[in-house]
Each structure stands twice: as structure tokens, then as C-alpha cells.
């Protein structure tokens, strides 16, 4: 082969595949655009003002096609599939409770992650902004307000390889002390003190008392819950292979995601008794990867992926006691807070 | 090795660096590599900068676990690039075997646009890293053949300067698409399809099928050889200056603290704000990509010997600053400038002077050796850091990898000093 023809062929190579790459972005494009025009048959979603301390509203981030799409939205907590009222605020997870709200966002680029907490006032106001060390998973509030936590993906920790740690922060929003890290809080696991330098922290879940929370540890690839307390920085372990622990109205049970198969990423359901440790596994027979809302001491809320909808939600219920069949909540949604 | 008769423009003719010189001393097989690394690169770092967060908010998983599984995926390299080295050897096609390599990977990209669960994820990744581990020997054994010996340090300089561009474009192409298209994680992996199809038609295309002989390389090239079998490789353990390169890479790389901790100590030590740590590893690659060629050539001017030792010099030094200066602005700056000319300075200068010792029918499987053997002690140290960060805390146990690397370190000086064999390595 003489190097003209080597060439020719390069050039005739470079200019198919240059055509098929920007075919694959061109496509992405359009879909993006597509996903910011409202579909015939959505829901109906219209811009408003909301507030974080009128109760009996379920917020969620709005995943339906239309200009709202990503956007914090709100329904009347008896009518899920009402006008939805949207509000100017992006995020890739929300949770909020009595007039504190925390939006986790993700705005990736080229130079910067651009990954932050904002905590929001009652209406939506950025009262202070957090960077974030990665991708946005977990949010949550104290019931009244005070606590707010949040747990994030730092990738990047090695160079070029598929290796994840979370790390995991609680804010006092009264006192405007930030905990930016749980691993430094002490550990009792087993009855032992612990340290491992592959301690990671997710999913807070916060009791009543503006003290005690839930979590997740993951260590030596074991997962446990651990009950901590924010005053004494300490946490001490409960029970293990509970994921995303979130805690029921009434202080007694914790729903939580069950790893099915060690080393698999297949989750089920399931609520524990905090005084008896008994385990009930809840009618919801899909893999749940989510950290569960309770909806009232018999229902919790969820989120599934829209089935052949890649990047989409809907949200999901099924009752707390282990019966019943889920029930589509609402299409089109992520990140259900109810505010009671 | 000193030639003594050559055709190729004396060396000392002109002051190294211009464009021209380095033309003139890389040969057209090492640009055609450089190039297939570079296009590659871009195709494999755009997905690596993007997969968590395909993971987390395109596929809505949780990737924890992964971290396993890599370590796994890295024992499964290095015995691959075993595997591969000695293919390249005993075929005598380095070419094909490096080739699979690269289509091995470019592979995984399409096939990653209709993965949506973790399972298949991370069998395509095994399927990626078995492509890595199989053409990296092939690739560096053929850098070495077609660059004479007095020239191989800033081949591989050159290369690996190529490279760790590649690298650094991965990403910025990735974001850039992104931006075009809000979740437009399928495009990335469309147009990483694409890109890795290029690099694998330019090593068909440009990549020579047998090793020519450089100008001015000795003529050992020519003479048929039998076929290389096990035992015959095996034999490469006998020669004494590779035991002595292996063994010291194997010394040097169980003090070698992987990247991951030297920026989380970065990080513990000033403080630098969480959002801008995803940035580190770029510090790390642009000192690396600036100083690759020169050290390269600098390696092939004083001794490769003395660069491969100031580079580890350099890396205690990043040791040194991080466990006592102060903390100051510029701290980070110096420790990630002083951690790529580490690279800069041992990650090509150590192949070439593998080249030198290994005769050239195994010098695929005496290159993966070394390779192996270097990244199973990486993974060792890995392990040992952190258990020793979990029971003493960070800063004894990086002034006890630092005690160790200066004994490394003056222990390999000592093993590596030349001998008067030709053998040597300068």
C-alpha cells in the first residue's frame, strides 16, 4: 500500500466517522430539546409561587417533558395528579420540611464540577451555598427544619480507574455549623471501636429529637445501619445490610433499601421495627436503588425508572406493612418531600 | 549499549528540543503510536470522565462497589499484559497483538450505548482493561524496535507526551458534547466509538507489521529466529541487569503511593476546596506532559539510571513538601509539578532501559514483566497505605512511605549502578 492510498483511506475514515459522531451528538441534541417542550398528555404544570411551610404540599423535581422539566414543582398532597406549580429552581435532588428546603445541583463543565448544596428559605430564598465534592445522590431535612444532610459520588479519586467513596455532611442551619464529613465522627460498630479508611457514610435520615439520625455505613463491603448522634459526633451500629434509611413519622420503623445478592445492585424494599429489629419486606417486587419517603406511618413513596425512558423517574407508593400492590404516585417525578 | 558506527546525524550535532532534531531522532512508527495513544486516550478518558455520572444521575445507581471490582480489574491487567507480551513475542506480531488490544476496547464503546445496569457495565469495563493489558507491552516493545537505543528515552517521551494529551483532551471533549446535549451520555459514547474506531484504522495504517530496524539500530534485527516458546522466556529471569531493573521497579513501586492519596493528603494538608479536587489529576498530567520529552532525552544524554532515580528524587521531594511545608498557596502547585515530573521522569525512561537489557525477540515478555511486577507492587503499596492511614493517620503513614522510598530509592542507586558489562544501561 503506498502512503497516498494510507492517506486517502485516513481521509475517507475521518470524514464517515466525523459524520457518524456528530450524527450521535446532533440526535442528543434534539432529544434534549425535545425534553424541554411539553408532551400532549403530560401533566399539566404551570409557573407559581409555593411555599416551604404551608403543609400539605408534595414537592418533587418535576422529570416530565415540558419547560419545567428538572425544574422543584409542587401538588396538593391529596391530589398528586393536579396542576403541578412550578417554580424557577433546578436541582438533581430536593427534600425539604418545614420552611427549609436543600437543592442539590449538578452543573457540569469543563474546568469546574460546579457541584453545590444550596439551602433555601421558606420561599425558595438561597440563604447559603455549599460546594460539593461530587455528583449529588441523597438529601434530606430534620422534620422541623433545623438539620439538613446530604450525601455525594466523589469519582476522580484515582486516575482513570472506576473506583467511588461517598461522603456524606449534615448542616445546622440555626447555628450555621457544617459537618462536612461523617467519617469523622466516632464509630462503634459491632460493639468495637472502628476506623477503615474505606468508611463511607449515606442516606441520613433525622429522628425528631434535633439529636439523633440514621445512616448508612459501608465498610469492608458490609453495610449497616448506624444510629448517631449530632451532639456527641459519635455513631454506633444497629443491624447490617441496610441501605438509605428513611425514618417514619412516628419514630418507630425505618424503610430502607435490602441489598438482595452481595456485590449486586439489586435492591428490595423493606421496613424494620427499631425496637424489635424484625424485618417486613414490602409488596414493591423491583429493584428500588432510592431513599424512600414516608407519605404517612402506613405509606412510603419512592422512585423507579421510567420504564425506556433513560434519565427519567416516575415516583411509585406501596404501604409500610408488607401488603397491598404499589401504585403509580406520579409519572414523571424524583425526590418526593412531603411536607405533613 | 555505545554504537559504534552509525548512519544517523551524530547526536551531539545541535542542542536538543527543536522541532526538526526531534523528527529526525523519533521515528515515524513512534509518532504513528503516539498518534494511536493519543486518539485512543481521548476515546477512553471522555467515558472515564463522564461513567459516575452516567452511573449516578443518567442510570440512577449507586456505583459503590466499584472499588472491588477495580482491584480485581487491575490483577486482571497485569496478568493479561503478561499474556500479551508474550503472544506479541512468540507470534513475532507485536502489531496484531497490540492491535487487539486497541480493538478489544474500542469495542467496549458501542457496546457500553446499550448497557443500563451494573452487571454488563462492569463486564465491559473488564473487556476495556483487558485491551489496555494487552497492548500495552506489544506497543512499548515496539517503540523500543523501532527507535535506536540511544534515542529510546525520548521516544518513549515522546509517546508518553502523546499520550497524556490524549488524556487530557478525553474530558474537555466530553464536557463539550455535554453541553451540546444535556444527557447526552449516548453521544459521548457514539462519538468514543468513533474516535477509538480512528486509532485502531491509524495503527493499521501507519503502524509497520514487522519492527523496521532503526537507522543505525544494531544487526541483531536480521537474523531468523526460532519460535519463542515459555522456557525461552523464562530464561529472561537469568539475565542479571533485567533481574536488577525488575526488582528495583518492584522496590520503588511498594513505596510509590498511588495518586488517589497523594491528593487526598493535598487535600487534608491545604484544605483545597472540594469542588476544585477533581482538577488535581490535571496538574499531575500537564508537568507530565511538558517535561515527558525532555527528561526522555535527558535520560538518553546522562543515563537513564540518574533521571529514573531524580524522578523518584522528585517524588520524595512532593513527600517531603507535603508532610512538612507550609501550607501555602503554592503548595499545591509545586507537589503536583514535582508528582509529573516523576512520570515525566520514570514512566517512559524505565521501558527504554528495559529495551536495553531484554534482547529483542522477548522484548515484549521482558517488558511485561517489568511492567507486571511494577504494577503488582503499586497495588501492594496501595493496600499497605491505607491500612497504615487507618492505624497511625495520614502523616505517619506518609513519612513511613517516604522513609521507605529513600531506602528504595538509595538501595536501587546502588543496584543500578553501571556496570562495565555492555550491558549497561546508559
Known sequence: ?340 | MYLADRAAPAEGAAPSGGPRQLARAVSSTVLALGAVSLITDVSSEMVTAVLPLYLVTGLGLSPLGFGVLDGLYNGVAGLVQLVGGHLADRGRNHKLVAGLGYGFSALCRPLLLIAHTLTPLGAILALDRTGKGLRTSPRDALISLSSAPEHRGRAFGVHRAMDTAGAALGPITAFLILRQAANGYDAIFGVSGCIAALGVLVLILFVPGRPRAAAGAPAEAAPARKRVDLREAATLLKLPRLRALAGCSMLLGLTTISDAFVYLLLQHRTGISDEWFPLLPLGTATGFLLLAVPLGALADRIGRRTVFLAGHGALLLGYGLLLWAPAGPALPFLVLALHGTFYAATDGVLPAAVADVVPEALRGTGLALVGTGQALARFLCSLAFGAAWTAWGDGPALTASAVGLLCCAVTAGVVLRPTRTPQGDQ
Open chain 1, 1 to 340: 500500500m503506498t502512503s497516498r492510498t494510507r492517506l486517502l483511506i485516513l481521509a475517507v475514515a475521518v470524514v464517515l466517522l466525523a459524520g457518524l459522531g456528530t450524527g450521535f451528538v446532533l440526535h442528543a441534541a434534539d432529544r434534549a430539546d425535545r425534553r424541554t417542550r411539553p408532551r400532549a398528555g403530560g401533566p399539566p404544570v404551570v409557573a407559581g409561587t409555593v411555599s416551604l411551610d404551608r403543609p400539605g404540599q408534595l414537592f418533587f423535581v418535576d422529570m416530565a417533558p415540558g419547560p419545567y422539566v428538572d425544574h422543584v414543582v409542587s401538588v396538593p398532597a391529596d391530589d398528586p395528579g393536579g396542576t403541578r406549580t412550578a417554580t424557577p429552581l433546578k436541582c438533581e435532588r430536593f427534600f425539604a420540611a418545614a420552611g427549609t428546603g436543600v437543592c442539590l445541583q449538578s452543573d457540569q463543565n469543563v474546568f469546574t464540577t460546579g457541584n453545590r448544596a444550596l439551602i433555601l428559605d421558606a420561599s425558595l430564598h438561597t440563604v447559603r451555598t455549599v460546594p460539593l465534592a461530587g455528583i449529588p445522590s441523597r438529601a434530606r431535612v430534620s422534620a422541623d427544619g433545623r438539620f439538613a444532610a446530604w450525601t455525594v459520588f466523589v469519582g476522580g479519586e484515582s486516575y482513570g480507574a472506576a473506583f467511588f467513596s461517598t461522603r456524606t455532611s449534615i448542616l445546622d442551619t440555626r447555628t450555621g455549623t457544617l459537618i462536612p464529613n461523617l467519617e469523622t465522627f466516632a464509630i462503634t460498630l459491632n460493639g468495637q471501636q472502628y476506623h477503615a479508611a474505606d468508611d463511607n457514610f449515606w442516606g441520613v435520615t433525622f429522628a425528631a429529637d434535633d439529636d439523633t439520625f440514621y445512616a448508612t455505613l459501608g465498610t469492608a463491603g458490609h453495610t449497616y445501619l448506624m444510629r448517631g448522634s449530632i451532639s456527641r459526633r459519635s455513631v454506633t451500629s444497629l443491624t447490617e445490610n441496610v441501605e438509605c434509611p428513611s425514618l417514619s413519622p412516628d419514630g418507630t420503623r425505618i424503610v430502607f433499601k435490602r441489598r438482595v445478592l452481595a456485590g449486586s445492585s439489586l435492591w428490595h424494599l423493606t421496613v424494620i421495627d427499631l425496637r424489635t429489629l424484625k424485618e417486613t419486606p414490602l409488596a414493591e417486587h423491583r429493584s428500588v436503588d432510592d431513599q424512600a419517603e414516608w407519605l404517612n406511618n402506613s405509606t412510603v413513596a419512592y422512585a423507579l425508572p421510567t420504564p425506556g425512558d433513560i434519565g427519567s423517574d416516575d415516583l411509585w407508593s406501596v404501604p409500610a406493612d408488607g401488603g397491598g400492590t404499589p401504585q403509580l404516585l406520579l409519572p414523571g417525578a424524583s425526590s418526593p418531600a412531603l411536607l405533613p
